[in-house]
């Protein structure tokens, strides 16, 4: 099929096809849950009598336990999807656009140039492009402040909206020709770091007192963990594998208690490019292959501006002489992994984390932080057929660490145990170890660097579930269940429904959720059990599982987020038909309260409400609270899907479109949604 250049989500349908080892795909799982009796119809989830009645859950909230309090209903009108070229929030609620692609991050920094022709070092000190997963970090380091913080944002990818014109300069072959174009695409991937204020009035601005900083592709970083100083992270640009330069494509993220944001990076395949043939199954299995997603930028390699490889660095075949130690055969290597950041100080090297493993991340969500108990993060990898891991830390929390920073980092994510699950039909699930002390995984690895390395290879090793495209997670404050949006899996054709594939062409996706035996991070097994499905309103009950309506019809889940009240948020990046045919968009509920026995809520669909919707062509992503829970940040990602005529957001008139965050908050000044 043809693929759209530099658009990572149509790159989706360039995956393998059919799931990478035996194991029970997950659909199958799904339909043998599936019943009249089981399936509460008309509603999001399963009856009350299903398997979390037994699953060790606690049946109390306290700050002991790490829980939060009991949550209220939703005190917001579903708002009607829409079509406009612009956000749409209930009544009673206000917006403001706030650090949109191009802004300068100082104080005397760069104008943006609305006409795209900004340079490589002007983007390196403006926002980034494409805007995706973030966090608040309030100011001072370990206040619950809410007027003033720093928020990190990643920049997932690029467009051609980039460059000045209809894009950049390229050749007869699609290869980019202008080395500072390059850069500057270069530049407007990774993270923003900003310092952000709210005045009397509710309203935010950019501040500038020295935390602002943007980290790129090209940033220098350290390396961490088991996999740090092995011979397969050696490159020409560092010989010792101990260093590294860049992260991209970075989708949804994650945090740690002790006051860093981690950086998830998804795609690398769109960056990252062989020749080699046949491709070898640890590039393959991975994506790499000669186009990637049409960026190229090592077709510029032997500019007479390069530097140290800079751009021959992205291309990973090996030169016909020479070690590893004079090319960058080891390059892709260096990408998939967990970027930790301390956003307090503005000095400090990003650090990736290899004890976590290595894959396509699209988040890195923790469980519970619970004193005296190992932290365990949740992470999906977003591809059809793929597979869902959690990270357990051999450390257990200790809350002095809570303002520790990188230190802390080293202390709790170099070392752990790295699981991929296996779901299992009598709903029960089991966390599989990838360490090499598995006579399978020894028999194919050569090292404990090696297995988180491929971590993709050794899941289909020991039989994980292949799932239809795991993305965000996140965990119920109240209950420590974790929530998973799977987004969607159209390779499963239509014609093949039956009892082991109830939903042919997958093409709106669902939510699950799962509890740890014993309420434990370091639990070797779970339950599990159906949340909701996506649909449109209209579509057969057979479809429409969680009975949709107008008001909440959705498709795609994509970011999902529990508030620290207990309200669970749900972003789509819909590709499928809705009845309304709505732009992207949030909805809320609130899935459990806890009042002496636990009981399952929405006992209706009408319970989750369409709180937000984005403009035209866009992505609704990332979102985010301030401690008093009186200000919300939500992000746009490509507005006009990369088409300059579609979407004017934010700035109007025909100005061309812009990623950016938006701030929601209630006219009222109260807390957001209750």
Known sequence: MTIKRRDPHAIKDAEHATPHNSAVPFADILAARLSRRDTLRGGLGLAATTIFAGAGLSACSNSENGGAVTPSNLSFNSIAGSTADSVVVPDGYVTQTLIPWGTPIRSGGPAFAGDGTNTA?????????????????????????????????????????????????EDADGNPTDADEVRKDINAHGVSVVEIARDAD???????????????????????????????????????????????????????????????????????????????????????????????????AGDASEVDGEFARWDTTPALLGAATTDYRNEANTFGWLVEIDPYNATSTPTKRTAVGRFRHEGAEPGRIIAGQPIAWYMGDDARFDYFYKFVSDESWDPADATGGLTAGDKYLNNGTLFVARFEFNGRGEWLELDISNPDLAERFSSQAEVLTYARIAADIVGATPMDRPEWSTTDPNT????????????????????????????????????????????????????????????????????????????????????????????????????????????????????GERQIRPDTQAQLKRFFVGPVDCEVTGVEMTPDYRTMFVNIQHPGNGDATASNFPDGGSARPRSATVVVRRTDGGEIAL
Not at 122 to 151: K, V, Y
Not at 484 to 503: F, H, K, M, S, V
Not at 518 to 545: K, M, Q, R, V, Y
Not at 556 to 563: A, M, N, Q, T
Request: hydrophobic content about 35%; glycine content about 10%.
């Open 121 to 169: 070092a002007e983007q390196a000190q403006q926002i980034g492009s494409n805007h995706d997963g973030m966090t608040f970090f309030p100011l001072p380091a370990g206040s619950e402040t809410s007027d003033r913080g720093l928020l990190v944002v990643n920049h997932e990818y690029s467009n051609d909206t980039l460059f000045a014109g209809a894009g950049r300069q």
């Open 202 to 300: 509710g309203n935010w601005a950019l501040a500038d007192t020295g935390f602002n900083r943007r980290i790129t592709a090209a940033t220098p970083m350290n390396l961490a963990g088991p996999a740090a100083g092995s011979s397969l992270m050696v490159t020409a640009f560092d010989n010792t594998g101990t260093t590294a330069r860049g992260t991209v494509n970075n989708c949804g993220r994650g945090f740690t208690p002790w006051g860093t944001y981690l950086a998830t990076e998804e795609n690398i395949q769109g960056y990252l490019t062989t020749t080699e043939d046949p491709i070898p199954e640890e590039k393959d299995r991975y994506g790499l292959n000669a186009n990637g997603f049409g960026y190229r930028w090592s077709a510029v």
């Open 480 to 595: 420590g269940e974790i929530y998973l949006t799977l987004t969607n899996n159209t390779r499963r054709e239509p014609g093949d429904e039956n009892l082991a594939n109830p939903r042919a062409n997958n093409s709106h996706g669902h939510i699950i959720r799962l509890a740890e035996d014993d309420d434990s991070a370091a639990a070797t097994e779970f339950s599990w059990d159906l949340f909701a499905f996506g649909s449109n309103a209209s579509a057969d009950p057979e479809f429409n599982i969680s009975g949709l309506t107008l008001d909440n019809e959705f498709g795609s889940p994509d970011g999902l987020w529990f508030d620290k009240r207990g309200v669970l948020w749900i972003q789509t990046d819909n590709g499928a038909p809705l009845d309304s045919n709505s732009n992207d968009q949030m909805l809320a509920v609130i899935p459990s309260a806890l009042s």
